[in-house]
């Protein structure tokens, strides 16, 4: 499960920074970190401190892993529309080769739509689901494919011109949307000519539910129909995307030479084992003997992970991240590890839902050093896998947070004018400053390391049970976790915080956001889609309504501008505790309509008014509601026989050269 960036408002444009900052970043850091903006995005960069004192042996492990790493691009843009790959060559090779005016309004355009199409790693916005809307003509694109060379034409430029702009044609990713057909009706390519019943009928008819460690039926396979029978499609050598797989495995077959020892190499092999026979028993086998191994400095992800891109919550989408640990860094989380009995017996959340022993909740902080498939360019920036429920009870998980990530939102975000539009007045907004940095990245560490790992099922529960709401109350349970605790003095006792009363610029910040600011990121008119985005509306929602008869939270209008007052912080604690266990409950005892309902009643309708004012007000702000990352390059140094002596790290690639880059060089499934 991940954590993507809740900082709403967070996001700056280099414009937004006043001049003395930005001499100042340039004279501390000397590092640019913004590298594009269009549309809703921000591209920044991040940087990869202590790379330069890794061993060469590091080195060389974590550069064939980014390779294996970029390898897998296409896997992904595949498995989310099956039309990505074939567009996005056609509209590359327009770009490379347009002879017209690159100044034009139409080029300008269509420049914009490819780099939201890199972003989205497909036709739909990473974020929304939604299709992109082409501001430029259909006889622009019609008029640059034909001025293409014959061999760059497209067999079939009528369907790809029913891609760009036909908006019911595969209008939506991934549809969420009750009582409709979540398959049929989503354009995603995890499936493919069969319904949602046909789907799950499928595979009730597979899972045994006295099996107490079934694997994660569905994570590597496209269902398709073959000859009137719902058959998988397995993704390994020799099945689908067997080019990618293939070239995957000849980069870990690189890296498990430079192992830092047996345990990791283990988990190298067993990868490549799982890759090679796509059998997913071998998955499980390699997630415990990776959740294992908690020694090794160089860690990474490499596989089929999360299934938010499924609606039914099942297939993973290919990602890589690639990372070292951070040993100062991660003496916070060892911290929150070691008290981990403590977090899980004092909890607010019934007794048979919890566990009698956490076990192995292994956590820490790192540096990401490449970022690759569902992880690029939008980044998650904590992790915590395995996602298998009894793997997690039995072994434990591995929880990251990811501070180099974290460091560049924050360094970009500095003066971009949010908090003097949003925060209700000086000594919240002061309250903010001293401490939103430190409690935000321990809301990560403690969502991560405690939160999806605490309670427990009972005996015999479906772990699909709650289905096309399991993300939504998933994400809420961990994030419930981490507030709960947050005002907590033990965080004071354990040397975390050193104010008790630091907590408030959290939970400010949450409800801020929760009930008013994420709205940005939503179209007028629009639902709340996005598991994360529902979880924090519905927690925002339902302690607002539960506390009204206490007025611990209030809206307040000066001036004709919303603000948002918390009168009790304590009650608030209270009330995030009193969800805190009803949404265990639903998980524990699998309560489908009570977690449908919590989901329907507060996570997913947008009041209209308050939307517009906030689409209003961020207007003026020129916030990038979106941001991701371009990644550095990591170039090897030879010696006259071939030999790599050293790693070499570089920053200074650009958005839309990086993108080509990896179109040429990392394509196994366009060639
Ligand atoms: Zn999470």
Excluded at 349 to 368: E, L, M, N, P, Y
């Amino acid at each position: 499960m991940v954590n993507i960036n809740n900082k709403i408002g967070g996001a700056v444009m280099a414009v937004a920074l006043s001049t003395s900052m930005m001499v100042m970043a340039k004279e501390n850091k000397n590092f640019n970190y913004v590298a594009d903006r269009f549309a809703d995005i921000e591209v920044l960069r991040y940087e990869v401190p202590g790379f330069n004192d890794l061993s060469l042996n590091q080195k060389k492990l974590i550069y064939y892993l980014t390779e294996a790493a970029l390898m897998g691009r296409d896997i992904l843009w595949d498995q989310n529309n099956k039309y990505n790959l074939e567009l996005r060559q056609l509209l590359e090779n327009i770009y490379t080769s347009y002879s017209g005016d690159k100044n034009g309004k139409e080029f300008k355009a269509f420049e914009k739509y490819l780099k939201q199409i890199w972003f989205g790693n497909g036709i739909h916005h990473h974020y929304s689901m939604d299709k992109f809307v082409p501001e430029f003509s259909e006889s622009f694109l019609r008029s640059a494919i034909k001025s293409l060379p014959a061999s760059k034409r497209p067999a079939n430029a009528d369907l790809m011109i029913k891609v760009v702009f036909d908006p019911e044609f595969v209008a939506k990713r991934v549809n969420q949307a009750e009582g409709a057909d979540l398959i049929v009706t989503s354009a995603n390519n995890l499936y493919d000519g069969v319904t949602q019943s046909e789907v799950e009928n499928y595979y009730n008819a597979m899972k045994d539910s006295t099996d107490l460690t079934p694997v994660s039926y569905g994570l590597n396979s496209r269902v398709v129909k073959e000859n009137g029978k719902v058959v998988e499609q397995t993704y390994k050598v020799g099945g689908l995307y067997s080019n990618a797989i293939s070239k995957i495995i000849e980069n870990l077959s690189e890296a498990v030479k430079y192992a830092e020892n047996d345990k990791q190499r283990n988990v190298i092999n067993k990868l490549i084992e799982y890759y090679t026979t796509g059998n997913l028993k071998a998955f499980d086998d390699y997630s415990i003997m990776w959740v294992e191994d908690t020694d090794s400095k160089v860690d990474f992800i490499n596989g089929f992970i999360e299934s938010y891109g499924d609606p039914l919550g099942m297939t993973g989408a290919w990602e890589s991240i690639v990372n070292f640990k951070n040993d100062e860094a991660s003496h916070r989380t060892e911290v929150i590890s070691e008290n981990a009995q403590w977090f899980e017996d004092n909890s607010p959340v019934d007794s048979r839902f919890k566990k009698d022993k956490v076990k192995g909740v292994s956590a820490k902080v790192i540096t990401a050093a490449i970022l690759a498939g569902d992880a690029y360019p939008a980044t998650p920036i904590g992790i915590n896998l395995p996602n298998a429920n009894w793997i997690r009870a039995a072994h434990g998980s591995k929880s990251v947070t990811i501070e180099n990530i974290t460091e560049a939102y924050d360094e970009a975000s500095h003066g971009n004018g949010f908090n003097e539009e949003f925060v209700i007045d000086k000594p919240t907004a002061k309250l903010l400053d001293d401490y939103l940095f430190i409690t935000d990245n321990l809301h990560t560490d403690l969502h991560e390391c405690l939160g999806h790992g605490s309670g427990k099922m009972l005996p015999g529960v479906d772990p699909d049970a709650l289905k096309a709401h399991g993300s939504t109350l998933e994400e809420a349970r961990a994030d419930l976790f981490a507030l709960y605790y947050l005002a907590d003095p033990k965080l004071v006792e354990l040397g975390l915080l050193d104010n008790k009363d630091a907590y408030k610029a959290e939970y400010y910040k949450y409800l801020l956001n929760g009930l008013m600011t994420q709205l940005m990121r939503i179209e007028p008119g629009k639902d709340v889609e996005e598991a994360h985005m529902r979880n924090r509306k519905l927690i925002s929602e339902w302690v607002f309504e539960k506390g009204k008869p206490d007025n611990v939270v209030e809206y307040v209008v000066r001036n004709g501008k919303t603000y948002i007052q918390i009168n009790d912080y304590e009650k608030l604690r209270g009330l995030f505790g009193r969800l805190l266990s009803e949404i265990q409950r639903i998980k524990s005892e699998g309560d489908y309509e009570a977690g449908r309902d919590l989901v329907e009643k507060y996570a997913v309708k947008v009041d209209p008014k308050l939307h517009n004012e906030v689409l209003e007000r961020y207007s003026h702000l020129s916030i990038a509601p979106y941001r991701g990352f371009v990644n550095p390059v990591y170039v090897p140094v030879k010696d006259a026989n071939g030999n790599i002596t050293d790693v070499k790290i570089t920053y200074g690639e650009g958005y839309a050269d990086q993108m080509l880059r990896y179109s040429r060089d990392y394509s196994p499934l366009t060639k």
